[in-house]
């Protein structure tokens, strides 16, 4: 265990509910990280991915930043706009 995941298990232990807030960003961040990358190989900006999708510049901007709280609809609205397939998985 690394000093960082001692410290969320020592924090979680604190607040009840805190594992389940942490779970919930770490999601966001890894869809923020799916939309930059597909966003970077189809050489789009966010102005553009917006444009197709049909939100604002600054949406697309909170959910690569993993501020914003993406939808599984959005994500799917990002998939259809760009001609890809999302795929999701249990691990």
Do not use: C
């Amino acid at each position: 265990m690394t000093q960082t995941d001692d410290l969320i298990k020592k924090f979680t232990k604190e607040r009840p509910g805190l594992d389940k807030k942490i779970a919930h960003y770490d999601e966001q961040f890894d869809y923020a990280i799916a939309i930059i990358k597909l966003r970077k190989k189809l050489n789009l900006t966010q102005q553009q991915l917006a444009d197709k999708i049909g939100v604002s510049q600054p949406m697309i901007a909170r959910w690569e930043s993993g501020s914003g709280n993406i939808t599984m609809k959005n994500m799917e609205r990002i998939a259809q706009a760009t001609s890809k397939k999302l795929i999701i998985a249990f691990a």
